[in-house]
C-alpha cells in the first residue's frame, strides 16, 4: 500500500473489497492490512480507468442486476412452456446453445469493462441453462435413455428419475469449469442446487427403480452426498472463501436433515439410531462455534428439536414428567452458559483455534 510502488501499480482499499468478495482473500486480512497500515486508511484511493458498480449492501443497482439475471434464468427454467416443445430438437438445442454462448460471452465483456457483480450474473444465468442445452443434446443425438420416460424439460424440477443423471453429471462439470473461471461466488449457488438434485436422481439410477420412496438407499446416499457438500464448504471456509461455502452449507443439510431424520426417527426404528441422530446435531451445534457459521447453528437446532419432538411425541406421548424434564434441562442449559461465559470461556477463548473467515 506504499505511495510509489516498485511496478507503478498502486492497489486501493476498493481491489482488496473486491479481492474479498471473489473470495481471494478473508476479511480478516483487510483488517489485519488496515491496523498494520493506519496511515493509508486517509489516503485517497489512486484513480482507476475502469467504473466500479456499487457492491456493498443492498442498493438499486444490485436489486436491479439480480432480477435481471433471475429472471432470464426462470425464463429457461422453471417457466419453460410447451412452446419450447413445439420446436424441433435440432431447433431447441441450437436455441439454448446460442442463449449460453452469448450470456456467457456479453457477461465475460462485462466483467472486463470494470462491472463483477453484473457480467458475473449473466455468467450465472448463462450457466443455469447448461441443463437444457444438455437435456436437448440429448433428444437431438438420440442419447435420451431408451427406458426413461419422455419427460418434459419443466418436469426436471418435479420428478425424480434416472433419466436425469447424465444431464445433471455434465451440468456439474461445466459449473466448475465456469466457476474455475470466473471464481464468482453465486455459481456455488447452481452447483449445489444439482448435486441436491444428482443425490436423489442417482439414488433412482442405483437401484434401477424411478419409484423413489426414501428407502435405505435414498438415505445412504443422501447422507452420503450431504457430508461430501459439506465438507468441501468446511475446506473452502478454512481456506478462506466464506461466500464459496454458504451455498454448499445450505445445501448440504438440506439434504442432511431428511435422509438422516427418515433413516433414525421412523417409528419402526430402534432407539439407538434415534440417539446418533442426536448426537450428529449436537456435533453440528458444536461445529457452528468452531466455523462461526449460522447455517450450521439453525440447523443444528432444528436437528435437536426433531429429536425432542419425537421424543415428546412419539416416545412420552402421554407422559407428563416429560414435559417438566425437558423444562429443566432448558433451564440447566441456560445455566450451563452463563457459567461458561463466566469461568470457563476466559480460559477457553485463549487456547480454541477459529477458522478464516464465516459463514
Known sequence: MSSEPPNGRAFTWADLERWADEGLIAR???????????????????????????????????????????????????FMGLQWEGLSPA???????????????????????????????LIFAGTGIV???????????????????????????????SAWVFMEVITILVTIAVLWWVRFPL????????LWFLSMDLARWIVGDDE????????????????ATLGVGVALQRRGLRDYSFWLYLFGHLMLLPNLGDWALD????????????LVYVAVVAASVWL??????????????????????????????????????GLLLILGAI???????PWWSGRAGRPRGAA
Open 28 to 78: 480478516s486480512q483487510i483488517a489485519a492490512i488496515r491496523a498494520a497500515e493506519p496511515e493509508a486508511i486517509a489516503r485517497p484511493p489512486v484513480p482507476t480507468s475502469q467504473p466500479r458498480e456499487a457492491r456493498h449492501g443492498l442498493n438499486f443497482v444490485t436489486v436491479v442486476y439480480y432480477i435481471g439475471a433471475f429472471l432470464i434464468l426462470f425464463a429457461y427454467t422453471v
Open 91 to 121: 431447433g431447441q438445442f441450437t436455441l439454448a446453445l446460442v442463449t449460453v454462448a452469448a450470456l456467457l460471452g456479453i457477461g465475460a465483456v462485462v466483467r472486463r469493462a470494470g462491472y463483477e457483480i453484473g457480467g458475473g450474473l
Open 131 to 161: 441443463p437444457l442445452v444438455v437435456y436437448s443434446f440429448q433428444h437431438m443425438a438420440g442419447l435420451w435413455p431408451e427406458s426413461g420416460p419422455e419427460f418434459h424439460y419443466e418436469d426436471f424440477y418435479d420428478v425424480i428419475s
Open 187 to 194: 455459481l456455488v449457488l447452481l452447483l449445489s442446487f444439482w
Open 212 to 227: 423413489f420412496d426414501y428407502s435405505g438407499t435414498e438415505q445412504v446416499i443422501g447422507v452420503l452426498f450431504a457430508v
Open 267 to 278: 417409528e419402526d426404528q430402534r432407539a439407538l439410531r434415534g440417539i446418533v441422530f442426536l
Open 292 to 329: 462461526q457459521s449460522r447455517i450450521f447453528l439453525v440447523f443444528g437446532a432444528i436437528g435437536v428439536y426433531c429429536y425432542v419432538g419425537y421424543l415428546a411425541f412419539e416416545i412420552f406421548e402421554d407422559a407428563l414428567g416429560f414435559t417438566f424434564s425437558l423444562a429443566f434441562i
Open 339 to 345: 457459567g461458561f461465559q463466566r469461568y470457563l470461556q
